[in-house]
């Protein structure tokens, strides 16, 4: 067996991943916005006698990288050195895509291109030499739909076949070329530079690149020429502009199905009351589609706990109290969470992100906070772990950190189960409005957090805006059915895991020393222990109990409830809140301290345990001071 | 006499071509990547609500930027270009933007299509001066954004 080591590269959104999917046969999450991979993904497939390692890396449009996403592809590509290079292009957007693979070339790896997208060029009637192309380019190149399948047999064997053709293209003119190669050699002659690939080098350092000008330091002698940047630029694209011109027929600009709906999406009055109706009907959509499997599943977990409770001795009352009264509690909201990432995934797959960005950028602005850093606020509304980590595409230092540090505000799906707990025995017929309220709070919140933190952090510097516009598309049902359930199944594992094991701490808690009273037991001891400090808060010790294992996930909370409830969770919470302290105790949950997921994640993405610390020291005085400011007022206008 | 422009000044529909641009380094290469350099030409397509930011059309890539980026990247006009941006000369109207109201407003200051007109200096921001037939007029940015011109030979 051969082992060898293939890297994915690309600009951003023209289907790395699915490429990346259709190679290995993974389900790695895709959707339809630049920036969805902002890690290295790796994965594996057996080809004849050789063990294939995939690498899918983050999308770049050069390699003059600036952001977090962007150093990993760049750092990956000059530092690991992959055998080959499959760089993946949008088959319908050739001039812009092959700036970079000029650029990836010129790292001396051995590079195919993926000419990507070719459904979509045959629908917009562009023809493409792809002979002439690979001829002109002097590398294989291979068409590929990898939404739908490909051919791997035919692409490893061109991609192994022998190509040492020689590439005898010229794009650069002489005296910039003779610069290149005098700088070329005094790299290959230098001990600590000749590991690196020397034209390349060469090129990034004369161009002013600040890796490549930290990789050489001093021991170099570059000529400093004016605009050199701008000419070697100018040669590429002289050099594709020749290229595509020879290769490519497009027929005159027509109106296509984008244009159209850009024409509406994007109007400047009609822009945003559409876009507000999106938000409501996927709001509507996921509470109402979900409530009737969320009732179902609720009737089976009482049933089943009234079977449970007549097993004798205490198996009886962990299966019934701790396992299903609990844990149950919290997989009656699978559907309303499945049904959230389903309608999350529908917006990213169609490629409606980037315009609500381009919407909403203004607003974005008046909050110091850049259009792109609003993707990562969107996205926490499905999981705020995995939403830190898209704001790796944001380039100021200070504003990452600041969108970190906001986007706990933004209300995850895990808290969706304490809300519609708590507004289901409340609220009656007003409790998709007071759920709907607290995304609205949710939302001043973390905007409010932007301009203080910014104030704090005296921040100036946010990354100009660029968001590309992709193509719309129709959502794919196997697309959307990988999208849900590559999300959807963290809830589900956490709720076998994490949430489970909780659970049963909680029972054997509440139930210790045996055959006490639920009052004496060490549950109530500890609860009532801290709940002097929630008490201005109108929470008693069970509620405290609650929120305090929360932290470890914040369906926790409704699970502790749940064991404390002995079957009727509803009747249970009427005996420990009012409709007052009710909408005080869903406030707080939207507010106190991101779960342990998120603070992991925080550290991570920081470096640092003095954010996450801050961000919980943080949100939980805002929490207390918001809660017993609206319990104060609310019940001075009751 | 070229007229030089910032991109932001640009109304939509118009093509303007990429004179240079003033933006850190680290933007610049951005877009420079993108397909942004000095000679290529941009297409403005559509301005968000409240005017800010703008979607631009470069090779086939769409792109949104903020007013604060694109008023720093200085852009020629590519004619026919809207009155609004046109520096001071000769122009020949060749048409408008807009519906048969606003071509019947325009017809009855006296400017019709194909006729010679001349732009007089004029302060930036304000309305533009103009003279047709002899007669000098003012128009406001709204009205000129849509009357298209181009340079009379």
Same mark, same amino acid.
């Given at each position: 067996?051969?082992?060898?080591?293939?890297?994915?590269?690309?600009?951003?959104?023209?289907?790395?991943?699915?490429?990346?999917?259709?190679?290995?046969?993974?389900?790695?999450?895709?959707?339809?916005?630049?920036?969805?991979?902002?890690?290295?993904?790796?994965?594996?497939?057996?080809?004849?006698?050789?063990?294939?390692?995939?690498?899918?890396?983050?999308?770049?449009?050069?390699?003059?990288?600036?952001?977090?996403?962007?150093?990993?592809?760049?750092?990956?590509?000059?530092?690991?050195?992959?055998?080959?290079?499959?760089?993946?292009?949008?088959?319908?957007?050739?001039?812009?895509?092959?700036?970079?693979?000029?650029?990836?070339?010129?790292?001396?790896?051995?590079?195919?291109?993926?000419?990507?997208?070719?459904?979509?060029?045959?629908?917009?009637?562009?023809?493409?030499?792809?002979?002439?192309?690979?001829?002109?380019?002097?590398?294989?190149?291979?068409?590929?739909?990898?939404?739908?399948?490909?051919?791997?047999?035919?692409?490893?064997?061109?991609?192994?076949?022998?190509?040492?053709?020689?590439?005898?293209?010229?794009?650069?003119?002489?005296?910039?070329?003779?610069?290149?190669?005098?700088?070329?050699?005094?790299? %290959?002659?230098?001990?600590?530079?000749?590991?690196?690939?020397?034209?390349?080098?060469?090129?990034?350092?004369?161009?002013?690149?600040?890796?490549?000008?930290?990789?050489?330091?001093n021991r170099l002698v570059v000529p400093q020429e004016k605009d050199v940047s701008l000419k070697i630029a100018k040669a590429r694209y002289d050099f594709i502009d020749s290229v595509v011109k020879q290769i490519e027929q497009r027929p005159k600009e027509i109106w296509t199905i984008t244009d159209a709906l850009d024409h509406v999406f994007t109007h400047k009055i009609l822009g945003i009351p559409i876009f507000i109706s999106i938000m409501w009907m996927i709001f509507e959509f996921t509470f109402s589609i979900s409530t009737p499997f969320s009732d179902l599943l609720s009737t089976?977990?009482?049933?089943?706990?009234?079977?449970?409770?007549?097993?004798?001795?205490?198996?009886?009352?962990?299966?019934?109290?701790?396992?299903?009264?609990?844990?149950?509690?919290?997989?009656?909201?699978?559907?309303?969470?499945?049904?959230?990432?389903? !309608?999350?995934?529908?917006?990213?797959?169609?490629?409606?992100?980037?315009?609500?960005?381009?919407?909403?950028?203004?607003?974005?602005?008046?909050?110091?906070?850049?259009?792109?850093?609003?993707?990562?606020?969107?996205?926490?509304?499905?999981?705020?772990?995995?939403?830190?980590?898209?704001?790796?595409?944001?380039?100021?230092?200070?504003?990452?950190?600041?969108?970190?540090?906001?986007?706990?505000?933004?209300?995850?799906?895990?808290?969706?189960?304490?809300?519609?707990?708590?507004?289901?025995?409340?609220?009656?017929?007003?409790?998709?409005?007071?759920?709907?309220?607290?995304?609205?709070?949710?939302?001043?919140?973390?905007?409010?957090?932007?301009?203080?933190?910014?104030?704090?952090?005296?921040?100036?510097?946010?990354?100009?805006?660029?968001?590309?516009?992709?193509?719309?598309?129709?959502?794919?049902?196997?697309?959307?059915?990988?999208?849900?359930?590559?999300?959807?199944?963290?809830?589900?594992?956490?709720?076998?895991?994490?949430?489970?094991?909780?659970?049963?701490?909680?029972?054997?808690? !509440?139930?210790?020393?045996?055959?006490?009273?639920?009052?004496?037991?060490?549950?109530?001891?500890?609860?009532?222990?801290?709940?002097?400090?929630?008490?201005?808060?109108?929470?008693?010790?069970?509620?405290?109990?609650?929120?305090?294992?929360?932290?470890?996930?914040?369906?926790?909370?409704?699970?502790?409830?749940?064991?404390?409830?002995?079957?009727?969770?509803?009747?249970?919470?009427?005996?420990?809140?009012?409709?007052?302290?009710?909408?005080?105790?869903?406030?707080?949950?939207?507010?106190?301290?991101?779960?342990?997921?998120? %603070?992991?994640?925080?550290?991570?993405?920081?470096?640092?345990?003095?954010?996450?610390?801050?961000?919980?020291?943080?949100?939980?005085?805002?929490?207390?001071?918001?809660?017993?400011?609206?319990?104060?007022?609310?019940?001075?206008?009751? | 006499?070229? #007229?030089?422009?910032?991109?932001?000044?640009?109304?939509?529909?118009?093509?303007?071509?990429?004179?240079?641009?003033?933006?850190?380094? #680290?933007?610049?290469?951005?877009?420079?990547?993108?397909?942004?350099?000095?000679?290529?030409?941009?297409?403005?397509?559509?301005?968000?609500?409240?005017?800010?930011?703008?979607?631009?059309?470069?090779? #086939?890539?769409?792109?949104?930027?903020?007013?604060?980026? #694109?008023?720093?990247?200085?852009?020629?006009?590519?004619?026919?270009?809207?009155?609004?941006?046109?520096?001071?000369?000769?122009?020949?109207?060749?048409?408008?933007?807009?519906?048969?109201?606003?071509?019947?407003?325009?017809?009855?200051?006296?400017?019709?299509?194909?006729?010679?007109?001349?732009?007089?200096?004029?302060?930036?921001?304000?309305?533009?001066?103009?003279?047709?037939?002899?007669?000098?007029?003012?128009?406001?940015?709204?009205?000129?954004?849509?009357?298209?011109?181009?340079?009379?030979?």
């Amino acid at each position: 067996m051969k082992e060898i080591t293939i890297a994915l590269i690309g600009n951003p959104n023209v289907g790395k991943t699915s490429f990346f999917n259709a190679l290995t046969g993974s389900h790695q999450y895709v959707a339809n916005w630049p920036g969805v991979t902002v890690e290295k993904k790796t994965g594996f497939f057996k080809w004849k006698d050789y063990n294939v390692k995939v690498v899918d890396l983050p999308g770049i449009y050069t390699l003059n990288a600036r952001s977090i996403d962007e150093r990993i592809a760049r750092d990956f590509l000059i530092n690991e050195r992959p055998d080959l290079v499959f760089n993946v292009v949008d088959g319908t957007n050739l001039k812009r895509n092959l700036y970079l693979t000029i650029q990836v070339i010129e790292t001396g790896v051995k590079t195919i291109l993926i000419l990507n997208q070719m459904d979509e060029v045959k629908n917009l009637d562009i023809k493409i030499d792809t002979r002439e192309l690979s001829k002109r380019l002097g590398i294989p190149v291979i068409e590929t739909i990898a939404t739908k399948s490909v051919d791997i047999d035919s692409i490893m064997r061109s991609a192994l076949a022998d190509s040492s053709r020689q590439i005898r293209y010229e794009i650069y003119p002489k005296e910039l070329e003779d610069i290149f190669s005098s700088v070329s050699r005094e790299i %290959q002659n230098d001990e600590n530079l000749k590991k690196y690939p020397s034209r390349w080098l060469a090129i990034s350092v004369i161009e002013g690149d600040n890796f490549a000008k930290g990789l050489v330091q001093n021991r170099l002698v570059v000529p400093q020429e004016k605009d050199v940047s701008l000419k070697i630029a100018k040669a590429r694209y002289d050099f594709i502009d020749s290229v595509v011109k020879q290769i490519e027929q497009r027929p005159k600009e027509i109106w296509t199905i984008t244009d159209a709906l850009d024409h509406v999406f994007t109007h400047k009055i009609l822009g945003i009351p559409i876009f507000i109706s999106i938000m409501w009907m996927i709001f509507e959509f996921t509470f109402s589609i979900s409530t009737p499997f969320s009732d179902l599943l609720s009737t089976g977990f009482s049933d089943l706990g009234n079977y449970a409770h007549s097993i004798p001795g205490w198996a009886g009352s962990l299966i019934g109290d701790g396992l299903i009264s609990g844990v149950g509690s919290v997989l009656t909201f699978v559907p309303l969470i499945f049904f959230l990432f389903f !309608s999350m995934g529908i917006l990213e797959d169609s490629g409606y992100m980037s315009r609500a960005a381009f919407l909403i950028d203004r607003l974005m602005h008046r909050f110091k906070l850049s259009g792109r850093a609003f993707i990562p606020l969107l996205l926490g509304f499905g999981c705020n772990a995995s939403a830190i980590m898209t704001t790796r595409t944001l380039e100021g230092e200070k504003e990452r950190l600041i969108s970190i540090l906001i986007n706990p505000f933004t209300t995850c799906s895990a808290r969706l189960p304490i809300y519609a707990v708590i507004s289901a025995a409340f609220f009656g017929a007003f409790g998709g409005f007071a759920i709907f309220s607290i995304y609205m709070i949710s939302i001043a919140v973390a905007l409010s957090m932007a301009i203080i933190f910014n104030f704090i952090m005296k921040n100036k510097e946010t990354t100009p805006l660029i968001i590309e516009m992709p193509r719309y598309k129709t959502p794919t049902a196997k697309g959307l059915a990988i999208y849900t359930w590559s999300r959807g199944k963290h809830f589900l594992k956490k709720a076998g895991g994490i949430i489970l094991g909780a659970t049963v701490v909680v029972w054997l808690l !509440s139930n210790l020393p045996f055959n006490a009273p639920i009052q004496d037991s060490l549950a109530a001891q500890m609860g009532k222990a801290i709940a002097p400090i929630f008490k201005p808060l109108g929470f008693d010790w069970h509620v405290t109990l609650a929120l305090i294992f929360g932290g470890i996930a914040k369906e926790v909370t409704v699970t502790t409830l749940g064991t404390f409830a002995n079957g009727n969770l509803e009747q249970f919470l009427g005996t420990i809140l009012n409709p007052v302290s009710a909408y005080a105790l869903m406030l707080f949950a939207l507010l106190y301290i991101p779960c342990v997921a998120t %603070q992991a994640t925080m550290k991570m993405e920081t470096g640092s345990y003095k954010w996450p610390i801050f961000s919980v020291v943080w949100s939980l005085s805002l929490a207390y001071a918001v809660t017993f400011l609206f319990e104060k007022i609310a019940y001075l206008v009751i | 006499m070229i #007229s030089i422009i910032s991109l932001n000044k640009c109304p939509e529909n118009t093509r303007c071509i990429i004179v240079e641009s003033d933006l850190p380094d #680290s933007f610049r290469s951005r877009l420079m990547g993108l397909g942004w350099l000095p000679g290529r030409e941009i297409k403005v397509l559509r301005k968000a609500p409240f005017g800010d930011p703008t979607i631009y059309l470069v090779d #086939s890539t769409e792109i949104s930027l903020r007013e604060d980026d #694109s008023k720093l990247i200085k852009v020629e006009p590519v004619y026919p270009a809207p009155l609004s941006i046109v520096s001071e000369g000769r122009y020949i109207v060749l048409y408008f933007e807009g519906g048969r109201v606003f071509a019947q407003k325009i017809n009855s200051l006296g400017i019709k299509i194909g006729q010679e007109i001349t732009v007089l200096p004029h302060e930036e921001g304000c309305k533009i001066n103009i003279s047709v037939g002899g007669e000098n007029i003012f128009i406001g940015y709204g009205m000129a954004n849509k009357i298209f011109v181009e340079k009379k030979k």
